[in-house]
């Protein structure tokens, strides 16, 4: 069964950081490109940032410069390392994986809160 397991949300003040963990598991990852989306209350699912099995990257242009995703293909783990946080990064973060054959698979998610 594949599974995808986000960790490392939760609550933080403005301009802080979060390391959000996504670990897949269930088939070979590795040939897969990866990514985490958010979506905030009320609003449409948003791509946040993707990596492709040849750590070809990809950001929204909200997040960059301050947000980095990485991936150890061995482990079948996707990172996004969030810095200068701020109130409108609020959202629940979810993993994604997208296998060579065209399958999409997500996790549950994890919420981050930015908030004094």
């Known amino acids: 069964q594949v599974q995808l397991v986000e960790s490392g949300g939760g609550l933080v003040q403005p301009g802080g950081s979060l390391r959000l963990s996504c670990v897949a598991s269930g088939r070979d990852f590795s040939r897969a490109a990866m990514g985490w989306y958010r979506q905030a209350p009320g609003k449409q699912r948003e791509l946040v940032a993707t990596i492709t099995s040849t750590y070809s990257t990809n950001y929204v242009d909200s997040v960059k410069d301050r947000f980095t995703i990485s991936r150890d293909i061995y482990k079948n783990t996707v990172s996004l390392q969030m810095n200068t946080l701020k109130p409108e990064d609020t959202a629940v973060y979810l993993c994604?994986?997208?296998?060579?054959?065209?399958?999409?698979?997500w996790g549950q998610g994890t919420q981050v809160t930015v908030s004094s």
């Open positions: 994604s994986a997208r296998s060579s054959e065209g399958n999409d698979y």
